[in-house]
């Protein structure tokens, strides 16, 4: 049976191809099924390529055959893929849809239909592309990936081309590294299985497009969007050599030739920023682009010309060649169909060129032909934009922001044109939010949110703006657009312990994870991408057994209901680092505020400055005190409890150490950190955890220097004395073996409701995944805990106290997060950290635990606890150079700030009662002697 594979070839060009099938070694159900009367018509009129007959055929026997008493599944399903192809070559893109999900139904669990389970949902991808469903399309194709997996017999031509078309989706997404990992994965069964795909591939002459051709297209494609020149240019050089070679069959292979030779012209023309770019870089673009125009047209090469011209157009645009540019882009126009995908594109260019020329009228009219197609209203889209519905797409995110941009540079001093640009600023970011990747929010989309949000503040701050749209709304939103997935980890793995049918599939993700970070340590790439995979697939069955842990993801945030759970002492200091400005949140139980600060190089050599100056004890006021304006707004004479939820290079920087009036922050407020507003008060399950405290201080043996710090291989004699006082305060197992250390840990953390981790640490900044906590002095040992294990642990613990140097801090990841220690125990499950963001000493480091789990044992919250032992330490070393930031500023608090056990009211009542006692003493003394004086006057 002969499936036709037609991929898209829309906006980014990918080749259609044939792929076979094989009908050998079916079941009976199956053979049955392909044999039958039915199912040979209706291949028989795909072949001869009679669709309305072949529609009709499907949609009068599918009924009767799904309503008989012996329902054949393996025939209905075949029929709804015949009926798909009757209607996508018919153009019924919907109804087409709608029969690919009713076949994927009715598969059974045959190897021969799960294959075409596999072959479905790969078809259902690149409807809904076509559709522009990019979010399912990309769902789809992942579901086709992982029926195929199940073969026995790999489909290897389908399985390559799942994973090309991932990798082409993430690399639009802006995530390179999964681009990168989909195309190993794509080139590692291609290889495996070349001969066979081959054969599949070849048409009547035996001819057909090469692998070894579509790859470096594919890279080209993945690091063109967001990789280095050198890259860029040697993937170009490999295309240009196999383009010499007597092999290169134009039939087929062209179509990749001329869309690099068009990717990378394009390439040099947007690598920078318009401002930047040169003549040198727009002559390149061109050539590249002419070229790829001379082998389409002169040549016979295949080719989207049409594109081609596009960029070409673009490029003469950013050129100030302008009247060429509005020749070429309205001849382009005239030749597209008004249902083209890329028309609005094609618009927006041409409204770019009438901006340039300073054609105001035209420019708008032309801008609002190009959006209103993103439009999906019942209505028509009305001229200022204020009935906006939007769609999936989310380059149209792009078009908004660029077209904003765009009329702000040529018409920004114009009212009417501020107004339309605050309207474009919330379009896009009502774009953004209905089409953005939810199973990942990378880097790429948060610049590209940034740069919404500064958008829209700025319009806001000169008084534009809708009035449905204010800042707290902007906050509750884009909160859960970057922070779902970590509410989510974080609200699983609280809640997975509970669950005893998951502790089987809790141990397969924590032994992946281990084998994740054996595979990383080795630089095994191969081993790594299979992992990946497994560890997906290992989530994605989780909720399949267990679809009751949807329930436990926050899916909502809503500032109204943090700033109730808030005492009237508390203020939320959120920061958003943008483009030279940084945006400051002020929230309190009764305000909300906002100012955007200039926030340049200057600002942020400034933070460098203070980070580097404490590290190294050469504390400076001055530094200290400037940065202090800059980032501290003015407060409330009531305000105790600063958190702060910081961004970017601010990750790094402990606000207890500025200076305000010549006194430390930590003088005045109590200081926690959080690392979305939604960890602020999360809801949390109850637990029944009978032991209190779990303290892991591995013995390293040798001998112990008074200046050590917790990073540096030696004995911790400050560790040792600091688990054995700590574990006088809260009931307590103290374990101190190295080489069972890790072994210990995994089998004992889940049961504690406080961890601590008073040991050393390594931090691999360029793999924070091998980072470790080191239970053995032996960096090798696989006695040692990997960053990347924690990820795949579910604990039960309030708090983990984590003693050790740098668990606070770490690498910037794809997903815009701080790769530490910290975030790794807060994805397990933990609500509350405690971590450090520089070597931290050993003897000085004791001092503060100590104090520290004295005052929560009282039942002070935590970041008072936390205050009130720094403080501590600083009045017992008062004087001294052991006074400097350095020793005492290093940890800081994460997460939830609740007490860990009651007050301890007796006491305090005691306390009240002996206070009334000696004032009622003072108070009859003074009357007796004001008695006396009276007697004798």
């Known amino acids: ?79 709804y893929n015949y009926q798909y192809e009757a209607q996508t070559n018919s153009g019924f893109l919907f109804e087409s849809l709608k029969s690919i999900e009713s076949g994927i139904k009715f598969c059974t669990n045959s190897q021969e239909d799960i294959e075409l389970k596999g072959v479905l949902y790969y078809r259902k991808a690149y409807v809904e592309d076509g559709l ?24 290897g031509d389908f399985s390559v081309g799942a994973y090309n078309y991932l990798s082409q989706s993430a690399a639009d997404n802006g995530d390179l590294e999964e681009a990168q990992r989909y195309i190993r994965l794509a080139e590692r069964i291609y290889y495996a299985n070349k001969d066979a795909i081959h054969e599949s591939r070849a048409d009547a002459d035996g001819i057909y497009d090469r692998y070894e051709v579509m790859f470096p297209y594919k890279k080209l494609y993945a690091f063109s969007k967001l990789a280095d020149s050198l890259t860029v240019i040697g993937y170009m050089n490999e295309l240009e050599e196999l383009h010499s070679k007597t092999t290169f069959n134009i039939k087929y292979e062209s179509i990749y ?39 389409a047209e002169d040549k016979g090469y295949a080719g989207n010309e049409l594109q081609f011209k596009y960029n070409k157009c673009k490029v003469l645009a950013l050129a100030n060649r302008l009247n060429e540019a509005k020749v070429l ?52 889209l009305a001229k200022d934009y204020s009935n906006f519905k939007p769609n999936q797409s989310f380059n149209r995110t792009k078009l908004f922001l660029r077209i904003a941009e765009k009329l702000n540079n040529y018409f920004g001093s114009d009212k009417e044109v501020k107004y339309k640009i605050s309207q474009l600023y919330y379009m896009a970011f009502i774009q953004f939010e209905n089409s953005y990747d939810r199973s990942k929010f990378n880097k790429k989309d948060n610049e590209l949110l940034k740069e919404i949000i500064q958008g829209i503040l700025r319009m806001k701050a000169q008084g534009y703006g809708l009035n449905n749209f204010n800042e707290q709304e902007l906050i509750n939103r884009s909160e859960i657009i970057k922070n779902q997935l970590s509410w989510k980890r974080f609200n699983q793995n609280r809640h997975a312990n ?102 340049g190089e200057l600002e942020k050599n400034l933070i460098t400055t203070v980070i580097n100056q404490v590290k190294q004890k ?64 999360p809801e949390l399950p109850e637990t029944n955890i009978e032991e209190v405290l779990a303290i892991y201080v591995p013995d390293y043996g040798g001998k112990a220097i008074a200046s050590a710090t917790r990073s540096a291989p030696m004995a911790l004699i400050g560790a040792q004395n600091e688990a054995e006082a700590i574990s006088t305060v809260f009931p307590s197992t103290i374990y101190k073996a190295s080489s069972t250390g890790k072994k210990e840990f995994l089998e004992t953390a889940k049961d504690a409701r406080l961890l601590h981790m008073a040991m ?74 405690v971590a450090s963001l520089w070597e931290v000493p050993d003897l000085p480091t004791k001092e503060i635990m100590v104090f520290f789990y004295e005052n929560l044992e009282k039942g002070q919250t935590k970041s008072l606890a936390l205050k009130n032992a720094k403080l501590a330490y600083i009045d017992a070393n008062r004087n001294t150079k052991l006074a400097e930031p350095y020793y005492w500023a290093g940890f800081v608090l994460y997460g939830v700030n609740d007490p860990i056990t009651e007050p301890n009211y007796s006491f305090i009542w005691l306390s009240i009662g002996v206070a009334v006692l000696l004032y009622a003493f003072w108070f009859w003394r003074r009357s007796r002697i004001r008695a006396k004086t009276t007697i004798y006057s």
Request: hydrophobic content about 40%; glycine content about 2%; aromatic content about 8%.
């Open 329 to 380: 882009i309205n001849k382009l126009l005239l030749k597209m169909s008004e249902r083209d995908g890329r028309r609005p594109f094609f618009l927006a260019q041409k409204g770019l060129i009438e901006a340039k020329m300073k054609q105001k009228n035209s420019a708008l009219n032309t801008f609002y032909n190009a959006i209103k197609s993103t439009h999906t209203g019942d209505s028509a």
């Open 618 to 681: 050469q504390y400076d006021d001055s530094v200290s005190k400037k940065l202090a304006t800059i980032l501290i707004p003015d407060l409330s004479s009531s305000i105790e409890h600063l958190i702060v939820n910081p961004d970017g290079l601010l990750r790094r920087l402990p606000f207890e150490i500025l200076k305000q009036d010549n006194t430390f922050l930590i003088n005045n407020y109590r200081v926690s950190y959080t690392s979305s507003l939604g960890f602020i008060h």
């Open 257 to 295: 030739y001329t869309a690099s030779l068009n990717l990378i012209g394009d390439w040099y023309a947007t690598r920078k920023h318009e401002n930047e770019l040169t003549k040198v870089d727009t002559d390149k673009a061109l050539f590249y682009i002419n070229k790829s125009l001379y082998y």
């Open 132 to 155: 522009k469903f990019f979010r399912r399309s990309f769902k789809s194709m992942q579901n086709s990936v992982r029926e195929l997996e199940k073969l026995e017999n790999i489909n």
């Open 498 to 599: 509970s669950l005893q049918q998951l502790d089987s599939l809790q141990q397969r993700k924590l032994n992946l994870r281990t084998a994740m970070a054996y595979a990383k340590s080795e630089n095994n790439i191969s081993s790594q991408d299979s992992l990946n995979t497994l560890i997906e697939n290992t989530d994605v069955y989780s909720e399949k057994i267990y679809p009751n842990l949807n329930l436990f993801t926050k899916k909502k945030f809503d500032l109204t209901e943090l700033q109730a759970q808030l005492n009237p002492n508390d203020v939320v200091l959120k920061y958003i680092v943008l483009k030279d400005e940084i945006a400051i949140f002020k929230i309190s139980k009764t305000d909300f505020d906002v100012v955007l600060k200039p926030f």
């Open 760 to 833: 050393h640490a390594e931090v691999n900044n360029e793999e924070p995944g091998l980072s470790q906590l080191l239970f053995n002095i032996s960096k090798s040992d696989k006695s040692n805990l990997y960053l990347e294990e924690i990820y795949g642990l579910s604990l039960n613990a309030d708090l983990a106290v984590l003693s050790a140097c740098n668990t606070g801090v770490g690498k910037e990841n794809e997903d815009v997060k701080i790769e530490s220690f910290q975030r790794a125990f807060t994805f397990a499950g933990v609500p509350a950290t």
């Open 1 to 79: 049976m002969l499936f036709n594979c037609k991929l898209n070839h829309a906006f980014i060009c990918i080749v259609s191809n044939i792929i076979l099938i094989s009908a050998q070694s079916v079941s009976s159900q199956q053979k049955d099924s392909i044999n039958s009367p039915i199912v040979k018509k209706a291949e028989k009129l795909w072949n001869q390529k009679k669709y309305d007959d072949l529609l009709k055929l499907c949609k009068n026997e599918l009924p009767n055959i799904i309503e008989s008493k012996v329902q054949d599944s393996s025939k209905i399903a075949l029929l």
